[in-house]
T-cell receptor, first 114, second 111 residues
Framework: DGGITQSPKYLFRKEGQNVTLSCEQNLNHDAMYWYRQDPGQGLRLIYYSQIVNDFQKGDIAEGYSVSREKKESFPLTVTSAQKNPTAFYLC?????????????FGPGTRLTVL | SQELEQSPQSLIVQEGKNLTINCTSSKTLYGLYWYKQKYGEGLIFLMMLQKGGEEKSHEKITAKLDEKKQQSSLHITASQPSHAGIYLCGADHGANSKLTFGKGITLSVRP
């Protein structure tokens, strides 16, 4: 079945540690996205990528880094510079161009900083 | 200021009742996407609207986009507990395939 997978489902981290969240898709989509969701805040865009080896900052990129070495994979690293990393992180993918940009979402990773 | 406003913020209805929620954009919409989310899970796509005046239905859910393409409503007929969740709208403002999301509306359906 085609879809997006995120791992792990739950992640705990000590303050000062970097942590990497995985996102993989087998939909052959060119574009991939990372969002952060906090209660009452909706989804906020962290980073997005439309092509391999290229990515752009979203609205809240500070304290995060990404890579796009393969079309299928778009890992997100939450660095120790992120002041308030506890949140629910969602990865999405979509085709680009054309008139329809429906984004398909993964199941999410809940990160808790202890 | 918020580019995309959803109202009401939350809603509690009795099972069997109809309800309407709204999504209002400060900019013209090139596309409006409705998603549903169960708490702690990913977003599930419901419907996409593009043309002014467009209306789409799926099972008991109907979504409309106004003629000016700046507001969308989502109507649920004869609500059921399975309709409970968070409803988010995502707007395509023509910005390079990016979507802007509203804060979401939490719907509870009392049996």
């Amino acid at each position: 079945d085609g879809g997006i997978t995120q791992s792990p489902k739950y992640l705990f981290r000590k303050e000062g540690q970097n942590v990497t969240l995985s996102c993989e898709q087998n939909l052959n989509h060119d574009a991939m996205y990372w969002y952060r969701q906090d209660p009452g805040q909706g989804l906020r865009l962290i980073y997005y990528s439309q092509i391999v080896n290229d990515f752009q900052k979203g609205d809240i990129a500070e304290g995060y880094s990404v890579s796009r070495e393969k079309k299928e994979s778009f890992p997100l690293t939450v660095t120790s510079a992120q002041k308030n990393p506890t949140a629910f992180y969602l990865c999405a993918s979509s085709t680009i161009g054309g008139s329809i940009n429906e984004q398909f979402f993964g199941p999410g990773t809940r990160l808790t900083v202890l | 200021s918020q580019e995309l406003e959803q109202s009401p913020q939350s809603l509690i209805v009795q099972e069997g009742k109809n309800l309407t929620i709204n999504c209002t954009s400060s900019k013209t919409l090139y596309g409006l996407y409705w998603y549903k989310q169960k708490y702690g899970e990913g977003l599930i796509f419901l419907m996409m609207l593009q043309k002014g005046g467009e209306e789409k239905s799926h099972e008991k859910i109907t979504a409309k986009l106004d003629e000016k393409k700046q507001q969308s409503s989502l109507h649920i007929t004869a609500s059921q507990p399975s309709h409970a969740g968070i409803y988010l709208c995502g707007a395509d403002h023509g910005a390079n395939s990016k979507l802007t999301f509203g804060k979401g509306i939490t719907l509870s359906v009392r049996p």
